[in-house]
C-alpha cells in the first residue's frame, strides 16, 4: 500500500487534513527516515518513508484504510509519499477550483442532475448520486468546517483508492495521474478511475503481479 499525498507552503497547510499534514510536515523537514527516491529515467524527484509497523504514522494509515473498506486484507507495506512539484501544483488547482465554484451556481443549479434529457430516472439518479457522496464527505471531520466556513461552502476532500502494478504506482509518484488517462477506456469512459472502497477494486488485482493500492 502505498499513501500518496504531501506537503504544502506554510500558508496553504489548510487545504489538506490536518491528520495527513502532520506527516508531510516530517518530510518536509526531512526528518529521519525519509529518503530521496531515485530513478534511472530523469523523472521529478519525490521524497519517501518506509512506515514501521506500531508506529503512529502506520496506525493512522491502517484507520484511513479501514475506514475505506480494507479490513479484511493484510497490509504487507505501506510507504508515505513527499512528491513536492505535484503538491504545489494540487494547492494551486484546488485555489482556483474553489474559486470558480463560489463565482457560479453549480451547487445550486439543478440543470447538471437532469442530463440532456428529462428522463425521471435520469435525475433521480444523479440526485441519489450528489445526496450518498455528500453523506459519504461530512463523516470526514476535516469536511465539516475548514477556515470558518461551513461544509457547504468548501470543497470537499475525500479519500480514494486508485490500484494498479507497482512500477506503475511509482510512476504516478513522480508524474502524477495524468499520464495515464489515455490508457484506460472504462465502463464510463476514458479517464482514471477512483473508488472510496477497497473491496470493490479488488477485482482490479487480477492479471497484476505486484498489486498496489495508491490512497
Request: net charge positive; glycine share 6%.
Amino acid at each position: 500500500v502505498i499513501a500518496l499525498g504531501g506537503s504544502f507552503k506554510k500558508e496553504q497547510f489548510d487545504i489538506l487534513p490536518k491528520e495527513i499534514c502532520k506527516t508531510f510536515r516530517k518530510a518536509r523537514n526531512r526528518e529521519p527516515g525519509w529518503k530521496l527516491y531515485s530513478t534511472p529515467s530523469p523523472m521529478p524527484l519525490f521524497w519517501v518513508l518506509a512506515l514501521e509497523r506500531r508506529s503512529h504514522s502506520w496506525s493512522e494509515m491502517e484507520e484511513l484504510f479501514k475506514s475505506l473498506g480494507g479490513q479484511g486484507l493484510i497490509i504487507k507495506s505501506a510507504k508515505a509519499v513527499y512528491p513536492p512539484h505535484l503538491v504545489e501544483s494540487f494547492a494551486n488547482s484546488y485555489t482556483n477550483w474553489e474559486s470558480r465554484t463560489y463565482q457560479t451556481d453549480f451547487k445550486q443549479a439543478s440543470q447538471w442532475k437532469r442530463g440532456k434529457n428529462e428522463y425521471s430516472d435520469v435525475e433521480f439518479s444523479r440526485e441519489q448520486t450528489a445526496a450518498k457522496y455528500y453523506q459519504m464527505a461530512i463523516t470526514r471531520k476535516w469536511n465539516k468546517q475548514r477556515e470558518g466556513r461551513n461544509v457547504t461552502e468548501s470543497l470537499y476532500i475525500v479519500p480514494a483508492v486508485h490500484v494498479t502494478e507497482e512500477w506503475s504506482a511509482w510512476s504516478i509518484c513522480s508524474n502524477g495521474f495524468s499520464i495515464l488517462c489515455k490508457t484506460d477506456e472504462g465502463w464510463y469512459g476514458q479517464g482514471i478511475y477512483f473508488t472510496t472502497s477497497v473491496e470493490y477494486s479488488m477485482q482490479y488485482f487480477e492479471g497484476k503481479s505486484k498489486p498496489v493500492i495508491i490512497i
